[in-house]
């Protein structure tokens, strides 16, 4: 159930929505989020969500991050000779 909203704009194309909600109607326990909000396209989307966890992007970015380091370690080099082999 949305309780509040509280919209500034930091720029002509950011701005910051603070959203406060419960999750169920008769939960006691309020939620707040901060919306980053990019204009893109003359409309405005969400770019990031910030809570008291963190960063939405930046966990996403860092668990991308960790896949692509695993998955580095897993390359092997090919060997020059079957590269570079002639028939």
Same mark, same amino acid.
């Given at each position: 159930?949305?309780?509040?909203?509280?919209?500034?704009?930091?720029?002509?194309?950011?701005?910051? +929505? =603070?959203?406060?909600?419960?999750?169920?109607?008769?939960?006691?326990?309020?939620?707040? &989020?901060?919306?980053?909000?990019? /204009?893109?396209?003359?409309?405005?989307?969400?770019?990031?969500?910030?809570?008291?966890?963190?960063?939405?992007?930046? +966990? =996403?970015?860092?668990?991308?991050?960790?896949?692509?380091?695993?998955?580095?370690?897993? &390359?092997?080099?090919?060997?020059? /000779?079957?590269?570079?082999?002639?028939?």
């Amino acid at each position: 159930m949305l309780e509040s909203v509280a919209i500034t704009q930091t720029d002509a194309d950011h701005a910051d +929505a =603070v959203v406060r909600f419960r999750i169920f109607k008769d939960d006691k326990e309020k939620t707040t &989020q901060t919306l980053k909000m990019v /204009a893109e396209n003359g409309r405005w989307v969400i770019d990031d969500i910030v809570s008291n966890h963190g960063s939405v992007l930046q +966990a =996403v970015n860092s668990e991308n991050e960790k896949t692509l380091a695993a998955l580095a370690s897993l &390359q092997k080099e090919q060997p020059e /000779a079957l590269c570079c082999r002639t028939l």
